[in-house]
């Protein structure tokens, strides 16, 4: 039959090689899709990539910016506030000016930050030997506020007013901190204030007065100790305001501490 002829055997085979051209052309086209599509994939994630590097480079050089800017923050900040302890400790009173009226003494200054809401004070008025040592409302800055508020007071006080009597200097340092601060004793107003040991030895008799606020005074006699309490009221405004400083007096002897 014709279809097992020669002629016949060779369409087949060109029949063949045709599909097998077909499908080898039709795949390499499936490949060149892929292809395509993959380096498409490929370029997308490159643009995401590289978007996010430059994003996080900007974050990263935005974060190195604002630590810097607040290093030199925190640095012009600690260097003001170093400079403002220089204005405090110059503030306070010398020691050798105590030493002069008690020559076995020491100052003890131990703050807790840079400045200090703790400070000493003291001056010689009348042959009255006037000694303070006072513990302000909080710490540092706050607390520095306060104490060099309580000092200049002290002055105007005792140096200005000539007044040396303790209880009487704590009743009108109690006046000079409410006055400047509004005090008004309203709710949900802030207490600033202070605690204090105040003490006049009288230089000629050694007839010691003292009055506090809160704060004692301790004195040791021959191994014996004696405490003096203060008030339990603060200077600032306080529930018992209308109620006036206890001035205790005391006797020293040459070896008292």
């Known amino acids: ?58 974050q990263r050089d935005l974060a ?32 050798d000016f105590l030493s002069d009226f008690i020559p076995e003494c020491f100052v003890m200054n131990l703050p807790k930050d840079i400045v200090s809401g703790d400070f000493y004070w003291f001056s010689e008025k009348n042959n009255r030997l006037v000694i303070a040592v006072a513990d302000c409302t909080g710490h540092g800055v706050p607390g520095a506020f306060m104490s060099m508020l309580g000092m200049a007071f002290l002055n105007e006080i005792v140096n200005k007013n000539n007044i040396v009597q303790p209880a009487e200097i704590l009743y009108y340092l ?30 000629n008799t050694l007839e010691l007065e003292f009055a506090g606020a809160f704060n004692p005074l301790c004195i040791i006699r021959n191994g014996e100790l004696t405490v003096l309490r203060g008030d339990r009221m603060p200077i600032g405004i306080h529930e018992k305001i209308s109620e006036t400083f206890t001035n205790h007096r005391f006797s020293l002897k040459r070896d008292d501490r």
Not at 75 to 93: C, F, G, T, V
């Open 174 to 203: 109690r006046i000079y901190v409410i006055n400047s601060l509004h005090q008004r004793g309203q709710s949900g107003e802030t207490r600033d204030g202070m605690d204090i040991s105040l003490m006049a030895i009288n230089t």
């Open 64 to 95: 190195q910016r604002q630590k810097k800017r607040i290093e030199n923050q925190n640095r012009d900040i600690k260097d003001s506030i170093k400079y403002a302890r220089r204005i405090q400790n110059a503030i306070l009173p010398p020691e």
């Open 1 to 58: 039959p014709w279809y097992r002829s020669m002629p016949a055997f060779g369409v087949y085979l060109l029949l063949a090689g045709i599909l097998v051209l077909f499908i080898v052309k039709w795949n390499a086209r499936r490949l060149t899709r892929e292809k395509q599509q993959l380096e498409r994939l490929v370029a997308e994630r490159t643009r995401e990539v590289t978007a996010q590097k430059t994003e996080i480079e900007k």
